[in-house]
């Protein structure tokens, strides 16, 4: 099975950045989706970016234009490179793993929290 540690969560101030990883260690097959998931207090989990096996990227309209997600399939490793931040940024990143086999399983990571406030 996948596991996934995650890291660069932390507080910046409006207008900063940050970078999320995501390392996957296990069983890697081919055809996977990966990204991350955010929830704020009190609101429901929205998907934020994933890309795919494929190279596949999928933004939420609310980060486009500001976050990049990339990978790098040599270290098994997810970024989410975090531009311009907003208050409304702030949230509990999650990262996900979908992989595809003979059945489809979803891994999650235990989140981090990234805090936008001057």
């Known amino acids: 099975q996948v596991q996934l540690v995650e890291s660069g969560g932390g507080l910046v101030q409006p207008g900063g950045s940050l970078r999320l990883s995501c390392n996957a260690s296990?069983?890697?097959?081919?055809?996977?989706?990966m990204g991350w998931y955010r929830q704020a207090p009190g609101k429901q989990r929205e998907l934020a970016a994933t890309i795919t096996s494929g190279g596949t990227t999928n933004y939420a309209d609310s980060v486009k234009g500001r976050f990049t997600i990339s990978r790098d399939k040599a270290e098994n490793t997810a970024y989410l490179q975090m531009n311009s931040l907003r208050p409304e940024d702030t949230a509990v990143y999650y990262c996900?793993?979908?992989?595809?086999?003979?059945?489809?399983?979803?891994?999650w990571g235990k989140g981090t929290l990234v805090t936008v406030s001057s």
């Open positions: 996900y793993f979908r992989r595809y086999s003979a059945t489809v399983v979803d891994y």
């Open positions: 296990g069983i890697i097959l081919s055809i996977y989706v």
